[in-house]
Structure formats: C-alpha cells, structure tokens
C-alpha cells in the first residue's frame, strides 16, 4: 500500500482527529492479539459533544474500522434512525463511565485470554514486577453480574472503578480508560501484558515448585507513585506512523 501523505498545512476538526484516532486504536488492538472476533468495544468521546460517543458498528471486524465508519451515538446508546446496531453493552459500560467521569475521553475493553484468567483469580492483579506496580491500589474490580446488559450495573461499575484508570471485571475481562485515546490505549497495553506476565510466572511457579518472591510494599507504592506521572503519550505517535505506511485506510 502507498502511505497517505499529510501536508503540514492540513487542519483537521477534533472529531476527525478522534475519528482517525479511535480508527487507528482499533488497528492496533487487533494487531496486538486482543479482539475477541468483532466483539468487546473501544469508544471514545466526541470533541465539544460530551454527551456523545464514537463506536464502531457491532458486525464488522476491528480492521476494518475506519474513521468514517465509527458511529455517533449519545451515552444511552441511541443512534440516528438506520445506523446499524452496536454492542449492546456499550452504553451499560462505557455510556455509565462517560456520564459519572468528565475526565475520561476514552475507554477500551478485552475479553483476553490472560485479562480473563487474571479476573478469575481471587488474588487480582498483584504487583509483581515494575511494570504491574503502576496498578498497586489504583486498579478497581467490578463483580460479574452477569452480561452487562442491564442499566441497573452501571452504578456498580461506576463505584468499582471509582477515579482509577483501569478496571478488572471479574470473571470477565479489562477495561481502561484515558483523558485520551492514547492514554488508553498504553495503558491497556501494560494492564494487558502484566496480566500475561501473572499468569506465565504463577503457571511456571506452581509446575516447579518455587516460591513467588513479592517486592517490598513501600518501593511497590514509591514506584506507582512515579507510573503516576506518566501521561502515556509519547508511543502513540510511532504506532500512528506504522499504520500509515502498512494501512492507511484507517484515516478514510
Ligand atoms: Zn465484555
């Protein structure tokens, strides 16, 4: 494929830079191996609209969602008349976040092998290397409550995740949100790969026998404290140019 050239000079609205980026998440979550077929959902809300998110349609594929393609609907789910239809879970999830957290612009979620089995154990996420502690004491967890279809969860998953950046649904999956769609986006990325970490290290642990060795609690908290300075944007823009010039058609 030839790689889109973008003059300087081209101004873009907030929307359609959230369109292209929303579009360029979904690329990179089905590159990454988190997608589970079309479902799970990642959203983000519209600039200047804040009652209003972008979503993808529910029957299509994570790459082949394109800026264009991403549906409007407001945070009850509702769409223009003959929109296709979208996850129904989104509004119960993402529309209650969006409503009860101003500071959040963006929310994803995955249903991954390693993400699933994390949420199952009755430890959660532990801080077990350098990487996992940026979640000590600022993680939620949300008891399954069956499929969240149901407006009636949105207050528990609202409570759950409280002012944190990621949440463990239980028996269920991961979800993180961001101030913006790179934020969570990398956010994701290391929730996700501490989960695969766990369940390596507690596998490997218990087939040879060997103790799991857990790191001091107050460097765990002085190292969180430092994760909590990092805004999580400066990956973002390498990821964006390697969709540029191996799938453009994410801007479309
Ligand atoms: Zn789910």
Known sequence: MV???VSPAETKSPERQAREDLAACHRLVER???TELIYNHATARVPGKPGHMLVKP???LYQQVNAS???ECDLDGNLPPGSPVINRTVPVIHGAIYKARPDVNAILHTHTPAGMAVSSMEC????LNQTAMQFHNRIGYHEFMGVAEN???CTHIVKALSTHGALVLRNHGLLTVGSSISQAFVRLFYLERCCESQVMLMTAA????TA?????????EETAKLWDKDTMQREWPAYVTLLDREEPDFRD
């Open 58 to 60: 529910d029957r299509i």
């Open 3 to 5: 790689a889109r050239v």
């Open 124 to 127: 959660g996420l532990l801080p």
């Open 212 to 220: 799991i060795r857990m790191p001091d609690p107050k460097v765990v």
């Open 206 to 209: 218990a087939n040879n026998n």
């Open 32 to 34: 990454f191996g988190w």
């Open 151 to 153: 407006f009636d969860e």
């Open 69 to 71: 393609n991403l549906l």
